[in-house]
């Protein structure tokens, strides 16, 4: 397509989010009886609506005409043909391999699937006692070390899916600060434990640091000899794992096709096949496959990923709002909102285009989160009555695992409210007839009723399971990588490299010498050879 239908595209959806209308959300229901129906799609078992935002019949079209302009569906049909989808690092992105049969990418599928295959025969081999540590024991737990991608999605995933009585406990570290290790020291037997070691690269500086920590308190515990048969590798990086001493057999490798913040679905799952079972993380990959399907095959005004990356552009590039808020109404998932940071922010903290210019429009938006109703006592006074809106997602699951329906009741009830609060809000005449209801005098009512507007008209999107399972949640995961290729393809950044964390990982290879030293550099600025100094002289 060519670059003046691409700028006509964007020119219309610019035109539309400067008519005063443009906010408005209460007047599109009043517009539009029917309004939930025409903007809430069904994809994989889940729900999303997108009424509750200000993307009218008119917008809606126009930011079609941007993903046609943009050919979102021929960089799709790119990255699922194994085509050089990720330019600057110039690889594959074959996620979708992991979990899905791709007819133009034959080789990864049969490869993504005699890895998995061999990760369920290990997964089952150590559940049925015929893999143990060097004391004979039988292994009941795992210790997935890692960090970024091969962290938090197993994280996530565990933290949402595991319940007491599955097959081995697990145990994640992440962070290098040793408080971490100090943390999780405690709930360790080395004779029962199963050690992983994620990490694409097998470098990355945190992960290593603490594999050999932990290394070293196996050798201590178990003997040197037998330290090792605790040890499994996830990683491309085949050199250094059998540096590290890790036999092959416990080597599970990926492709560099294979992003971290993609990566659950590879090797780097192995923690979630061996705490929750293989049939339950093949239920997980199954649930993405299944939202993988809607993506590849669903027409563009009817599929999920595509209409939740056009409302993000609506609200980033039309309305200005370059904050968004995710709100999963389920304690099982409070780390969803940590996962998306990393896949949204390290994927699209983007500032030049994939051919290298300076984007000319704003890309990704801030992301953060905590699940409701945590949030409400949190944040959410700055979403209802900050000068800004900050656009929401909420996650709601109609069916809890658990027997307090009441809880239940309230936790839903509280998820509706805020995403209706946001959108009716409480004028001035509204609030003035509460307050003398109320019995409020004159006085206070004047005093206080710029304080109690609500303006409304605020953005969210709702997003509707019927349950939280493997399935679902892997459908729920995938929804999101989907809407990151698309907002990458409309931004014409690359969303599959991430160089922006590379600089800070320099700087902290020569810090490290010299906090050893106790020297600090001659050639840092001059606050950061201050903070050093300082730190030094703190330490003695
Ligand atoms: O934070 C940067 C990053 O490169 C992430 O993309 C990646 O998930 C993480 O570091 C960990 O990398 P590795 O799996 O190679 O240890």
Same mark, same amino acid.
């Given at each position: 397509?060519?670059?003046?239908?691409?700028?006509?595209?964007?020119?219309?959806?610019?035109?539309?989010?400067?008519?005063?209308?443009?906010?408005?959300?209460?007047?599109?229901?009043?517009?539009?009886?029917?309004?939930?129906?025409?903007?809430?799609?069904?994809?994989?078992?889940?729900?999303?609506?997108?009424?509750?935002?200000?993307?009218?019949?008119?917008?809606?079209?126009?930011?079609?005409?941007?993903?046609?302009?943009?050919?979102?569906?021929?960089?799709?049909?790119l990255m699922a043909s194994g085509g050089i989808a990720n330019p600057t690092e110039r690889r594959a992105v074959l996620h979708m391999a992991l979990r899905s049969?791709l007819?133009?990418a034959p080789e990864a599928c049969a490869e993504a699937r005699a890895t998995l295959e061999r990760m369920r025969e290990f997964t089952?081999?150590?559940?049925?006692?015929?893999?143990?540590?060097?004391?004979?024991?039988?292994?009941?737990?795992v210790l997935n070390i890692g960090i970024g991608g091969s962290d938090l999605g197993p994280v996530m995933v565990?933290?949402?899916?595991?319940?007491?009585?599955?097959?081995?406990?697990?145990?994640h570290l992440g962070?290098v600060?040793?408080?971490?290790?100090?943390?999780?020291?405690?709930?360790?037997?080395?004779?029962?434990?199963l050690v992983l070691v994620s990490s694409k690269t097998f470098t990355t500086q945190e992960t290593m640091a603490n594999a050999h920590?932990v290394k070293?308190?196996?050798?201590?515990?178990?003997?040197?000899?037998?330290?090792l048969?605790h040890f499994v590798a996830l990683s491309t990086n085949l050199k250094a794992t059998a540096a590290f001493g890790i036999a092959d057999d416990h080597v599970f490798p990926f492709h560099d096709w294979v992003g971290g913040r993609f990566s659950l679905w590879s090797a780097i799952g192995l923690s979630l096949a061996l705490?929750?079972?293989?049939?339950?993380f093949?239920?997980l990959l199954?649930?993405a496959?299944?939202?993988d399907?809607?993506?590849?095959?669903? @027409?563009? &005004?009817?599929? !999920?990923?595509? =209409?939740? #990356?056009?409302?993000?552009?609506?609200?980033?590039?039309? $309305? %200005?709002?370059?904050?968004?808020?995710?709100? @999963?109404? &389920?304690?099982? !998932?409070?780390? =969803?909102? #940590?996962h998306?940071?990393q896949l949204?922010?390290e994927s $699209? %903290?983007?500032?030049?285009?994939?051919?290298?210019?300076?984007?000319?429009?704003?890309?990704?938006?801030?992301?953060?989160?905590?699940?409701?109703?945590?949030?409400?006592?949190?944040?959410?006074?700055?979403?209802?009555?900050?000068?800004?809106?900050?656009?929401?997602?909420?996650?709601?699951?109609?069916?809890?695992?658990?027997?307090?329906?009441?809880?239940?009741?309230?936790?839903?009830?509280?998820?509706?409210?805020?995403?209706?609060?946001?959108?009716?809000?409480?004028?001035?005449?509204?609030?003035?007839?509460?307050?003398?209801?109320?019995?409020?005098?004159?006085?206070?009512?004047?005093?206080?009723?710029?304080?109690?507007?609500?303006?409304?008209?605020?953005?969210?999107?709702?997003?509707?399971?019927?349950?939280?399972?493997?399935?679902?949640?892997?459908?729920?995961i995938a929804?999101?990588e989907?809407?990151v290729f698309?907002?990458g393809?409309?931004?014409?950044?690359n969303p599959f490299d991430q160089w922006g964390v590379e600089?800070?990982k320099v700087?902290?290879t020569?810090?490290?010498?010299?906090?050893?030293?106790?020297?600090?550099?001659?050639?840092?600025?001059?606050?950061?050879?201050?903070?050093?100094?300082?730190?030094?002289?703190?330490?003695?």
């Amino acid at each position: 397509m060519s670059d003046s239908k691409l700028e006509a595209a964007w020119a219309r959806i610019e035109s539309l989010a400067a008519a005063p209308e443009a906010k408005t959300i209460r007047a599109l229901f009043k517009a539009d009886p029917d309004r939930f129906a025409n903007f809430s799609q069904r994809g994989a078992g889940l729900l999303l609506d997108r009424s509750k935002t200000s993307v009218s019949p008119e917008v809606q079209a126009a930011l079609l005409d941007l993903a046609v302009a943009a050919d979102v569906e021929g960089k799709r049909a790119l990255m699922a043909s194994g085509g050089i989808a990720n330019p600057t690092e110039r690889r594959a992105v074959l996620h979708m391999a992991l979990r899905s049969q791709l007819p133009e990418a034959p080789e990864a599928c049969a490869e993504a699937r005699a890895t998995l295959e061999r990760m369920r025969e290990f997964t089952e081999a150590v559940h049925r006692g015929e893999l143990r540590g060097a004391t004979n024991q039988r292994f009941d737990t795992v210790l997935n070390i890692g960090i970024g991608g091969s962290d938090l999605g197993p994280v996530m995933v565990g933290r949402a899916l595991w319940r007491a009585g599955d097959p081995m406990r697990p145990i994640h570290l992440g962070n290098v600060d040793g408080h971490g290790w100090e943390t999780v020291l405690p709930m360790l037997d080395p004779r029962r434990t199963l050690v992983l070691v994620s990490s694409k690269t097998f470098t990355t500086q945190e992960t290593m640091a603490n594999a050999h920590l932990v290394k070293r308190w196996m050798e201590a515990s178990v003997g040197p000899a037998g330290a090792l048969q605790h040890f499994v590798a996830l990683s491309t990086n085949l050199k250094a794992t059998a540096a590290f001493g890790i036999a092959d057999d416990h080597v599970f490798p990926f492709h560099d096709w294979v992003g971290g913040r993609f990566s659950l679905w590879s090797a780097i799952g192995l923690s979630l096949a061996l705490s929750l079972g293989w049939d339950r993380f093949q239920a997980l990959l199954d649930g993405a496959a299944a939202m993988d399907s809607h993506f590849l095959e669903t @027409p563009m &005004d009817q599929n !999920l990923p595509i =209409l939740l #990356a056009l409302t993000e552009v609506w609200h980033v590039n039309g $309305l %200005g709002l370059n904050r968004r808020a995710v709100l @999963p109404y &389920d304690e099982r !998932l409070r780390r =969803l909102p #940590a996962h998306l940071q990393q896949l949204e922010m390290e994927s $699209l %903290g983007k500032r030049v285009t994939v051919a290298g210019a300076p984007v000319r429009r704003a890309t990704g938006p801030v992301v953060f989160g905590e699940p409701g109703t945590s949030a409400q006592h949190s944040f959410m006074q700055l979403v209802h009555q900050g000068p800004k809106p900050v656009p929401v997602d909420f996650i709601l699951i109609a069916r809890p695992d658990h027997r307090h329906i009441e809880n239940h009741r309230i936790l839903l009830a509280n998820g509706l409210a805020q995403s209706e609060a946001l959108l009716t809000g409480r004028n001035a005449e509204e609030v003035v007839a509460d307050m003398r209801a109320a019995g409020a005098d004159e006085e206070t009512i004047a005093r206080l009723v710029p304080h109690k507007i609500f303006p409304g008209d605020r953005p969210s999107v709702t997003i509707l399971m019927p349950h939280l399972d493997p399935f679902t949640l892997g459908a729920l995961i995938a929804l999101y990588e989907h809407k990151v290729f698309t907002l990458g393809a409309l931004w014409n950044i690359n969303p599959f490299d991430q160089w922006g964390v590379e600089l800070g990982k320099v700087l902290a290879t020569p810090l490290v010498r010299e906090l050893e030293a106790g020297v600090p550099g001659a050639d840092h600025d001059g606050s950061t050879a201050g903070l050093l100094a300082e730190l030094l002289r703190l330490q003695g």
